[in-house]
């Protein structure tokens, strides 16, 4: 990973991370590209930042949500594109069982910031 990728993915990480905290969907989209594809936790694809607020907007409304980020790996596939992997650990402070699953990014570089452009989540268990 190089550091520039990892500078980048760590401050990208850490906004997400706050905005989770509080369930503020205007701060956590965007984080988000104009043409992001979002998969988060729910079958559904939304797109667009304004998807992406509609499915931060849908969550329940814990009262002390928290999101950490671990195994995380990150590569600049290019001048302007960044792939990063990891697993994230969803803290709901008692109010359900903890959600741990594998998440992938690809960060853009979009009107000279980073931004999200493709989030998928997915279960830990195997598939096949």
């Keep these: 990973m190089s550091s520039e990728a990892d500078a980048i993915v760590s401050a990208i ?3 997400w991370c706050a905005g989770f905290a509080t369930l503020d969907a205007a701060a ?5 590209a104009k043409n992001a594809f979002f998969f988060g936790s ?13 499915y931060f907007n849908g969550l ?14 990150a590569a600049q596939a290019g ?7 990891g697993i994230i650990t969803f803290d709901l402070a008692g109010e359900r069982d903890d959600l741990v699953v594998k998440m992938s990014w690809v960060i853009i570089r979009e009107e000279g910031d980073w931004k999200i452009v493709n989030h998928h989540a997915s279960s830990q268990a195997p598939l096949i």
């Design 42 to 54: 729910n079958p559904k694809l939304y797109r667009g930042r304004d998807g992406v607020a509609d």
């Design 79 to 85: 001048p302007d594109l960044i792939n990063m992997a």
């Design 28 to 32: 956590l989209s965007s984080l988000y």
């Design 60 to 73: 329940p409304r814990w009262r002390r949500p928290s999101a950490t980020f671990s195994d995380v790996h």
């Design 13 to 15: 990480i850490a906004k």
